[in-house]
């Protein structure tokens, strides 16, 4: 690493070098302004500083990335021929030999071939990581640096002479026999191949690559754009100023921008008002000359004045609906259906009436609205689903999901390169779609606890199943197995015993009380059975006469039919109640009353006792929650100003 670094400060020094000399060689040969622009020496020194610059600081920052490397090779090419123009010109001044003219001459005329014509092209093949697209590129390459090869030789046999008139000014290896004419065709026409493949590399990179690539691209693409427009007239017409050359070495810069920090501005917005107003200035430029054509041809010479003034108007008319037609074209290919919230809740609806994924719904509305990364997340704080390349240092903005009642999560939005905070209009489209992600979101939880409701219904089924096996099986068999035994053992002795039979027979009757109160245990644990004998209030006042350390007494009014499932919850709530009290309450009364409170029974227990600080739910608390929030009901417990309290509701029909 350190080595490549001393090469590239080397290099750097070498091209700063050339750039002085070629400074002041122009000023000890008495050139004017005119000589140094129309020699395209300045446009060669200009050019080259850009690509030897950009490449160093690529080659320093980027050291593995081969454009830096290319790029100074290419840059040291078109300022050998910056510094050899005027120092081949006051090498004829000082009679230097002709060996010496000529060899200068005709490095002069090779040398710039390998910048901006051919190693740039290379470059731009490489662009913006150093690799080619894919290995089926490498014959590109190569063609490529053969084209450089063959444009340095054809350059270097050219036999003009550099100076006019100086026959020691012609090219060393100069060829005037070789078909120029026929060369000059072929490079033409494999630079052309050259540019079409090179310009369909790039864009295959954009259309597969991920949002940084893209961002990188537009970079070049905005470069490419002013360089375009700045030197339209040499385009159209083959000819134009030559300072308008200079543009080229925006193509380095943007290039080792996009390498270097390509998140230096947000290119998008750059990017789209360039086009915006360019495009603007050239119709309205087209719209006037238009006009005018137009109305000077149909209105008589007299009127040129009106004609003006006229045209004038139908522009300025026309002006500001173009302008909002192509700020609307240009913002949509950029920043998506941010502008028109409708359509991004159109997409994303679209997309889960298809699929209710919120993978799939996040990367729809993510592209819709062109944000580099957004992410669900969860009342949890735990991401739930994401979409795009998230980038570590860039701004991010959450935004609270609506309609997820009380599990409020958030939709996390990376904001583009250059952007500080989120666009009010990206804003609003936004706070139209968090409704529905919130609704998938709260959908998705609802599955999931439905799903898992299940799992623990059928874990507790066969929980119970496994108690009343280890019951039957552990208490209830052994006990009735030994009956059996006894009875066996008694019929056996009973005409030679008769008082050991008689004895056997009593314990085998005690065996069997044993199992009637194990059946009894059993089934009551499985539903009380005072409460089938004597239904819930009846149940309940029986369970208030046993002594206990507070008075219980029962309230209820008629009570409907109830559901077996809410009569069996409704007790077990109405006991633990009682228990509650009995435990902690420092009162001596404690009421329960059962009441129907809009198609909802209503179990209340009070005591009137004080309350005591420092309350924590239980075992058998929890186990009452649970028992109502399976039904469907909700329960609250805890001390009051009353002294302890217990209320449930719960649904006639479970």
């Known amino acids: ?87 081949s010109l006051l090498a004829l001044e000082a009679g230097a030999p002709q060996t010496l003219t000529r060899l200068m001459a005709a490095v002069f005329l090779g040398a710039w071939w390998i910048g901006l014509p051919s190693l740039f092209m290379l470059a731009l093949l490489l662009f913006p990581d150093g690799r080619l697209p894919s290995p089926r590129w490498r014959v590109v390459a190569w063609l490529i640096v053969a084209y450089a090869a063959f444009s340095v030789v054809l350059g270097v046999i050219d036999p003009l002479p550099t100076a006019p008139g100086e026959p020691a000014a012609i090219s060393l290896f100069a060829a005037p026999t070789a078909p120029h004419a026929a060369l000059g065709v072929i490079n033409a026409i494999v630079s052309l191949a050259i540019v079409i493949l090179v310009v369909g590399s790039l864009v295959l990179r954009y259309a597969r690559g991920d949002e940084r690539m893209r961002r990188q691209l537009l970079w070049l693409i905005l470069a490419v754009l002013a360089m375009l427009v700045l030197n339209l007239q040499r385009w159209v017409t083959g000819d134009g100023p030559v300072l308008l050359l200079l543009s080229a070495g925006l193509l380095p810069i943007a290039i080792a921008i996009a390498i270097v920090r390509y998140q230096l501005l947000d290119i998008r917005v750059v990017l789209s008002r360039a086009l915006l107003y360019g495009v603007l200035i050239g119709v309205i430029i087209a719209i006037y000359a238009g006009l005018v054509a137009t109305l000077t041809w149909s209105v008589p010479a007299a009127g040129d004045p009106t004609v003006a003034i006229v045209a004038a108007v139908a522009v300025a008319l026309l002006f500001n609906p173009l302008r909002l037609f192509l700020q609307r074209v240009t913002a949509r290919a950029f920043y998506g259906t941010r502008s028109d919230p409708g359509e991004t809740a159109k997409t994303l609806n679209e997309q889960l009436r298809t699929t209710a994924d919120m993978a799939g719904a996040l990367g729809a509305l993510r592209a819709s609205l062109r944000f580099p990364h957004m992410a669900v997340i969860g009342a949890d704080g735990e991401e739930i689903a994401s979409d795009g390349a998230r980038d570590p240092d860039a701004r991010s903005v959450e935004i609270p999901l609506f309609g997820t009642g009380d599990r409020a999560g958030a939709l996390t939005v990376t904001l583009r390169p250059g952007e500080h905070i989120l666009h009010d209009a990206d804003r609003r489209s936004l706070s139209l779609v968090t409704p529905l992600i919130g609704m998938v979101l709260r959908e998705q939880s609802l599955a999931a606890d439905l799903r898992a409701a299940r799992a623990q219904t059928a874990e507790a089924r066969e929980s119970e199943r496994q108690v009343l096996h280890r019951d039957l099986h552990d208490g209830l068999g052994p006990t009735l197995t030994s009956a059996a035994l006894r009875i066996d053992a008694a019929q056996n002795v009973l005409d030679a015993d008769a008082d050991r039979a008689r004895a056997v027979l009593t314990h085998a009757r005690a065996d069997v009380s044993a199992a009637l109160a ?56 109405a006991i633990e109640g009682i228990a509650n009290a009995n435990r902690h309450s420092s009162g001596s009364r404690v009421v329960v009353d059962l009441a129907i409170d809009d198609q909802v029974l209503r179990v209340t227990v009070v005591d009137d006792g004080m309350p005591v600080p420092g309350f924590t739910p239980g075992v058998g608390i929890r186990s009452i929650t649970e028992r109502v929030e399976e039904l469907g009901g909700t329960v609250s417990v805890g001390p009051d100003a009353h002294g302890w309290r217990v209320a449930a509701l719960l649904p006639l029909r479970a």
């Open 1 to 87: 690493m350190a080595e490549r670094r001393t090469a590239i400060v080397i290099a750097g020094c070498a091209a700063g070098a050339l750039a002085v000399t070629s400074v002041a060689a122009s000023i000890a040969v008495d050139w004017t302004w005119s000589d140094y622009v129309s020699s395209y020496t300045l446009t060669n020194t200009v050019i080259g500083l850009a690509l030897a610059l950009c490449g160093m600081m690529i080659g320093w920052f980027r050291p593995r990335n081969t454009v830096g490397v290319i790029f100074l090779i290419a840059g040291l090419g078109h300022l050998v021929s910056a510094a050899l123009t005027p120092l």
């Open 518 to 573: 194990e059946v009894r245990r059993v089934v009551y644990g499985l539903r009380p059975i005072p409460l089938d004998e004597r239904g819930l209030v009846r149940a309940l006042q029986e369970q208030a006469e046993h002594p206990a350390a507070l008075d219980v007494e029962v309230t209820a009014e008629a009570l409907p039919e109830l559901s077996p499932a809410t009569e069996l919850a409704a007790y077990r709530v």
